[in-house]
Nanobody, 126 residues
C-alpha cells in the first residue's frame, strides 16, 4: 500500500501561481504512476495531469496545458503540480492518486487509480 498526503493549496488571485506537493509513503514510490485530479462543488472529479513511473512521460488535460506542470522526485517520494496563470475556474479540491499497474492508455482515467490522498483546496479569486 501507499499513503498520499497533499499540501500547498490555498487562496490566490487570478493570474497567480501555486505549487502542490504530494508526499508518498509505503511501497517503492517509483513503482507508481502518479496523477492529479480535481473536483469542484457539484461536479465530477476530473483529470488534471499525470506522470509515468520514471517521469519520462507526462499528460495534461486540455484545460491546463501550458499552465500546469507535473513533475516527480523519486528520491523524495514526492510528486508536484506547478500551477501558473491560475483562473477562477481552477478552483477545486485537488487530489493526487497513485497506481502501480496502470498503463499509459488508462493514466487519465480516475477509476483506474487505487490510492488517493485526502485532497487540498485551491481557491482562485477573480
Amino acid at each position: 500500500q501507499v499513503q498520499l498526503v497533499e499540501s500547498g493549496g490555498g487562496l490566490v488571485q487570478a493570474g497567480g501561481s501555486l505549487r502542490l506537493s504530494c508526499a508518498a509513503s509505503g511501497r517503492t514510490f517509483s513503482s507508481y504512476a502518479m496523477g492529479w485530479f480535481r473536483q469542484a462543488p457539484g461536479k465530477e472529479r476530473e483529470f488534471v495531469a499525470a506522470i509515468s513511473r520514471g517521469g519520462g512521460s507526462t499528460y495534461y488535460a486540455d484545460s491546463v496545458k501550458g499552465r500546469f506542470t507535473i513533475s516527480r522526485d523519486n528520491a523524495k517520494n514526492t510528486v508536484y503540480l506547478q500551477m501558473n496563470s491560475l483562473k477562477p475556474e481552477d478552483t477545486a479540491v485537488y487530489y493526487c492518486a497513485a497506481d502501480a499497474d496502470i498503463n499509459n492508455y488508462d493514466i487519465m482515467n480516475r477509476f483506474e487509480y487505487d490510492y488517493w490522498g485526502q485532497g487540498t483546496q485551491v481557491t482562485v479569486s477573480s
